[in-house]
């Protein structure tokens, strides 16, 4: 070994031992010919001083000092010394190694580094350079201590996971990542075969098929932390390639997953954070989520909900409103309770005229003509258009808000699932702005009961709302129905706004699984071309089965309290989907496209078509 003790390892235990370590020059001054050097790894930070009059007679201090002089920032040097207390008053509480130093006798430089493009040491209020500079350096960026501990986490969290399914006899089961394509609703990434030219292979879009046939297979409960490959376009904060831990399960119903992911939840929680997470997780139905929270993926930390008070209003004499309600439209009603505000904020910043103003243009900037507000006052409903309100419309509408003095009511109008969205976001929008989750924790939440199907907007068409798997709650459904009413047996798990699981009960009929398909418009011969290997499987007596998928990205990124999943990525694409560092996608030689016999369609573009984040 080269190294006696890491970086983060040595104490006071060990003084006047004689120790070795490596690592990288984070940084070193120079006080009058003592020379400090903070010497990094990944486990921590030790102070190493070369001190000419602390060195033993006959020590070369010379050609040691020729050599340390050699060592620039980030240079990955070896030194050898003996361990001694720090000067008084130079302790460094904040660092476990903070109490000794190590004066060198012996160092030399192992590899010396170019000059650096940005910061890694952590510095008090220094400031990150660009995503871009940080994906382009990624090798340099996890050097920093907060990377190093978002990977150290995700780590953590993996193999507790791990170890807890181990235990609980799921089996692990890697499944290809050349396959056909599985549908999830995503465009897919095609690999040409070299030996079957014009044919190609699909990365899957989750290992959906193969473990639903793991199952089929008899293997009873398989798990995998799983690579998705979904080439959808580029969005703020989504990534190409994803990583899922997935599971599947026969003999289930809804619950037995449902409590399995609980229990798995449960044991990580006190693994990585030592705490006991609250199981079982509260259930809300897809209906009441849109309704309450505006959002399949509701965030109930918070109540603040949203409340229909379209019956009530479209009596009023209010034009705006009696225009809206005219349309087949709906009035969603917010209550700013006066309380949350106080207790939330200090008096100052209560939610004042001005602050209302500001909603009103936020509305405005969502698509939403604006936003109504009444304040609850001594003399009952208060605002320029109440008077549009008889006694008692206002009497009704306090009484469905339940208000009490001071709260302010806000309202959004419009078409039904635009002003339900737009009074989800203002929802999450306020709680964010009066700190209503401040100090809430995590919340999971189940959502259960999702359609089957949804509609495309502009074809028409039915497409399936998880995907084509998922078993009907009846599974005599048939093409004349009306096809929103039927039900999936799917369940989506939140955590604190965001959906970070989708799973479902599958179909086990091969029937009901062609007639599914049949739904979505497949005809025969495309069902045969995509699935027919599928529906022979599953008539070879499939066992009634379920599973799930978590996003471990976006649940790691969450519990971390990250604003991106890329920050809990080694080594992510930017929001383009390119990778910064190694110039991923990049063109290929002619002749590697010859030999797939492909033929390249693309423009001629400058080779630094390279777009930033
Ligand atoms: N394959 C699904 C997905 O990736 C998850 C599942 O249904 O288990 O969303």
Request: charged share 30%; aromatic share 8%; glycine share 8%.
């Amino acid at each position: 070994m080269m190294r006696t003790h890491d970086c983060g390892a040595i104490r006071a235990r060990d003084l006047g031992e004689r120790v070795t370590v490596a690592g990288w020059v984070r940084f070193s001054r120079d006080h009058g010919g003592v020379l400090f050097f903070d010497l990094a790894d990944c486990h921590g930070t030790t102070q190493l001083v070369f001190d000419p009059e602390a060195m033993s007679n006959g020590a070369d201090v010379k050609s040691l000092e020729e050599v340390l002089n050699t060592f620039g920032r980030e240079s990955v040097i070896e030194a050898t010394g003996v361990v001694r207390e720090r000067v008084s008053g130079t302790e460094d509480p904040r660092n476990p190694t903070g109490e000794i130093e190590v004066l060198i006798e012996k160092a030399r430089l192992l590899n010396s580094s170019k000059q650096i493009p940005f910061e890694v040491a952590e510095q008090k209020n220094s400031l990150l350079p660009g995503e871009d500079l940080r994906l382009k350096y990624r090798y340099l960026d996890l050097r920093r201590v907060e990377m190093i501990g978002n990977l150290r986490f995700r780590h953590r969290f993996i193999s507790c996971a791990r170890r807890f399914l181990d235990e609980h006899g799921y089996l692990e089961v890697e499944t290809p990542y050349l396959t056909k394509s599985t549908p999830e609703g995503a465009r897919d990434f095609l690999v040409p075969s070299r030996t079957l030219p014009g044919h190609f292979y699909a990365l899957p879009q989750s290992p959906q098929l193969y473990k639903q046939l793991l199952m089929i297979g008899g293997v009873d409960k398989y798990y995998q932390i799983a690579r998705c490959f979904r080439d959808e376009d580029s969005r703020a904060d989504r990534q190409p390639e994803f990583t899922q831990l997935d599971i599947e399960m026969s003999f289930v119903d809804e619950r037995d997953v449902q409590s399995a992911v609980e229990d798995i939840l449960f044991d990580v929680w006190k693994c990585v954070f030592g705490t006991e997470l609250k199981i079982p997780f509260p259930r809300v139905g897809f209906e009441d989520a849109i309704s309450r929270y505006g959002t399949d993926a509701p965030d109930v930390r918070f109540d603040l909900e949203l409340v229909d008070v379209t019956g009530i209003v479209k009596t009023a004499s209010y034009e705006v409103f009696k225009k809206i309600v005219g349309k087949g439209g709906v009035v969603i009603c917010l209550n700013l309770k006066a309380s949350l505000i106080s207790s939330s904020l200090s008096e100052a910043s209560a939610v004042g005229r001005k602050e209302v103003d500001r909603l009103i243009e936020w509305a405005k900037a969502q698509g939403i003509g604006g936003l109504t507000w009444m304040r609850v006052t001594e003399e009952g409903l208060s605002s320029n258009i109440v008077k549009y309100f008889s006694a008692e419309v206002r009497a009704r509408l306090m009484e469905a808000m339940g208000v009490e003095l001071g709260d302010l009511l806000l309202f959004l109008g419009g078409s039904d699932a635009q002003t339900r969205r737009a009074a989800g976001a203002l929802r999450v929008k306020l709680a964010r702005d009066i700190g209503l989750m401040n100090d809430k924790g995590h919340q999971f939440v189940w959502v259960v009961d999702c359609p089957m199907f949804k509609k495309d907007p502009v074809t028409g068409r039915l497409e399936p709302f998880h995907h084509p798997f998922v078993r009907p709650a009846k599974d005599d459904i048939d093409a004349d129905g009306d096809m929103s009413a039927v039900g999936g047996l799917s369940y989506d798990l939140c955590l604190d706004g965001a959906e970070i699981g989708s799973g479902s009960i599958r179909i086990h009929d091969p029937e009901v699984q062609r007639r599914v398909f049949k739904l979505l418009g497949m005809s025969d011969e495309e069902i045969e071309s995509k699935f027919s290997f599928f529906l022979d499987a599953l008539g070879y007596g499939a066992p009634p089965h379920g599973g799930i998928a978590l996003g471990l990205d976006r649940l790691i990124s969450i519990l971390l309290g990250c604003e991106s999943i890329r920050e809990v990525i080694a080594f992510p694409k930017n929001k383009r989907f390119q990778s910064l560092l190694d110039g991923s996608p990049a063109k290929v030689e002619d002749s590697k496209l010859s030999e797939l016999q492909l033929l390249s369609l693309a423009e001629d573009e400058p080779d630094d078509s390279y777009e930033s984040t």
